[in-house]
């Protein structure tokens, strides 16, 4: 049972309806192994049943690294299950893996690589720093990329776009101007910004209403592995068990100057 009180590889605090998930290992550059992923299967959790929390930030410690995947200084842990009982070791990761629908925002900064997109690619949208780089080293190592990359194409990464990523290896650096025009993350702000604006968006959406901001997360999610008529049909669903009365009465107008960016 993993303590949250005390965790080792992240740091979790909930604050104004906002919970903040911080990956902890910078001199590993935020590498995840098993106590990560474990920890991170406990957070999801608590940020799923927890009706007090309305929105999460999902951001990481150190100035050099966001992510840099698996850490494989400790090896691999799940080969030891038997075969058919085997996981993907990034599964576990993000967040709808374990049915958050709350809205999940990432901050990215330095290198993202690799494995770090298992991160990336549950979030319900990502904002960078300026600093940040996004590579695949897999190929270096002669290893097949494969789930990270697929998982930038249901984001609506353009296909060229992916593989030049996935296949060119670390040589293959994507720039944030690059991540933000191929639709990698929407916005680029100055590096010591990016907490402060993720928390202001966070704060933004966490003042609705939540089971119309839920309601929404999953509806959108569930829809990319629909075909757009049964998506339809489906949404609608949402909208009958996410909307209050009539959908009209009950809903908040608190109307507001629209922001850019």
């Known amino acids: 049972m993993i303590d949250l009180s005390n965790p080792t590889t992240i740091e979790f605090e909930v604050s104004e309806h906002v919970a903040t998930v911080t990956l902890n290992r910078p001199e590993k550059l935020n ?136 296949l060119l290896g670390s040589e293959e650096r994507l720039t944030a101007q690059t991540a933000l025009r191929i639709g990698l993350v929407t916005e680029i702000v100055p590096d010591d910004q990016l907490r402060f604006r993720a928390i202001e968006l966070a704060c933004e959406i966490a003042s609705r209403r939540p089971a119309g901001i839920q309601g929404t997360v999953r509806a959108m999610w569930e829809a990319r592995d629909l075909p757009p008529t049964v998506a339809a049909r489906h949404g609608m669903s949402y909208t009958h068990l996410g909307n209050a009365g009539d959908g009209r009465t009950d809903s908040r107008t608190n109307k507001k100057p629209a922001r850019t960016r």
């Open 31 to 166: 590498s995840f192994n098993k106590r990560m992923a474990d920890e991170l299967t406990a957070v999801w959790a608590t940020v799923r049943e927890d009706n007090d929390i309305h929105v999460a930030v999902l951001r990481a410690n150190g100035d050099r690294a966001f992510c840099t995947g698996i850490d494989v200084s400790e090896g691999t842990w799940w080969t030891h299950q038997p075969i058919f009982n085997q996981e993907d070791p990034g599964a576990v990761l993000g967040p709808k893996k374990h049915q958050v629908w709350k809205p999940v925002i990432a901050a990215l900064h330095g290198i993202v690589a690799g494995g770090a997109m298992y991160f990336v690619n549950e979030c319900d949208f990502a904002i960078c720093s300026e600093s940040a780089t996004f590579f695949d080293p897999h190929t270096n190592a002669g290893i097949v990329s494969a789930l990270e990359p697929m998982g930038m194409l249901a984001l609506g990464v353009p296909y060229g776009e992916v593989m030049r990523w996935a």
